[in-house]
């Protein structure tokens, strides 16, 4: 059973930095696809970011461009989202989800970790 844990929320100040953890298992992981999600309280879930197992290739929400930098480290099954420049919209339940990359929709989803950020 896939399981998807992440960690590193927090407490930030505007212009801080944060870096998300998920760690996956429960499966080989080599033509998944990782992703982020976000949702602010009163709004809909969102697309942050994701990444290609297999061929590494990335997306990002164009919100978080030049700011958000998505990562994988196949070794430790662990997906990373490094986040600099942080506002105060950037304040949500962050979580990690993942699909295999024949699927359309995420089927894997973590229980997310709280990102606030204070002005």
């Known amino acids: 059973q896939v399981q998807l844990v992440e960690s590193g929320g927090g407490l930030v100040q505007a212009g801080g930095s944060l870096r998300l953890s998920c760690a996956a298992s429960g499966r080989t992981f080599s033509t998944f696809i990782m992703g982020w999600s976000r949702q602010a309280p009163g709004k809909e879930r969102e697309f942050v970011a994701a990444i290609s197992w297999s061929g590494r290739t990335t997306s990002y929400a164009d919100s978080v461009k030049g700011r958000f930098t998505i990562s994988g480290d196949n070794a430790k099954n662990t997906v990373y989202l490094q986040m600099t420049s942080l506002k105060p919209d950037d304040t949500a339940v962050y979580y990690c989800?993942?699909?295999?990359?024949?699927?359309?929709?995420?089927?894997?989803w973590g229980q997310g970790t709280q990102v606030t950020v204070s002005s």
């Open positions: 989800a993942a699909r295999s990359e024949e699927r359309p929709k995420y089927d894997y």
